[in-house]
């Protein structure tokens, strides 16, 4: 989980933003995501499939845990960085992606075969071509949304890119524990996504010097709608 620890100054530059951090809990009581079935990663005959999902059977509520991204809505001083998604064993790596806008990332091929990324998203749609191992291309990513991104070449392959709006951005871990560094005090809305679940909001207040405690209890029920609880 990438951490990012901000001093924010006025606008005389003379004095640090009174700031303070979020501080959470994911909560997920069932497995929401189907195993991932990919092509093998020895054996580049195309149709040959084999169960990559090991991780998600192994401890499947942890696994889910670790694709939930969180983020603060509005609009914030952003950071853009420059990441790497790898194609890797015909897969994305990571499958979960979190960035603030304005952000780079490289899709270098690491497999001995051709691939090829594109996305039809509505945030930032493109088609990089096919290329070889050893070979990357760059996209830069502008505006805040979801971008999923496939392979041409290989359907079952696929990632989810979460551009948010500011720098106050994470993924949850193992355990379902996250926290966004140095907020400026206020109120806003945290937003937590999972790709099988969707969105969660909820309005939280930061005070000075204080932690704000936030949970998100993400079940799916029988018409596959989740909640959000808070407390402070």
Request: aromatic share 8%.
């Amino acid at each position: 989980m990438r951490i990012l620890r901000v001093a924010l100054m006025t606008v005389g530059g003379l004095a640090a933003v009174q700031a303070a951090d979020i501080e959470g809990q994911i909560v997920i009581k069932h497995k929401l995501t189907r195993p991932t079935v990919t092509a093998a990663a020895l054996s580049y005959e195309r149709g040959v499939s084999v169960n990559l999902g090991a991780a998600q059977e192994e401890d499947p509520l942890a696994w889910e845990r670790e694709r939930v991204v969180i983020y603060l809505e509005g609009n914030l001083p952003s950071k853009p960085v420059t990441v790497t998604l790898e194609q890797k064993d015909r897969r994305f790596v990571s499958d979960t992606l979190v960035i603030p806008a304005g952000s780079t990332v490289s899709f270098p091929n690491l497999d001995p075969i051709f691939h090829n990324v594109f996305s039809l998203s509505k945030p930032k749609s493109f088609d990089l071509g096919s290329y070889p191992k050893d070979h990357t291309r760059t996209v830069t990513f502008s505006k805040p949304g979801v971008v999923f991104v496939h392979c041409h070449l290989h359907p079952n392959m696929a990632a989810a890119i979460v551009i948010s709006p500011n720098l106050w951005n994470t993924k949850a871990n193992a355990a379902g524990r996250f926290t966004l560094w140095g907020v400026p005090k206020g109120r806003y809305t945290i937003v937590a996504w999972h790709k099988a679940a969707g969105f969660f909001r909820q309005s939280i207040r930061v005070s000075e010097n204080r932690a704000t405690s936030v949970e998100f209890v993400i079940p799916i029920g029988e018409n596959g709608a989740g909640n959000a609880l808070a407390r402070r």
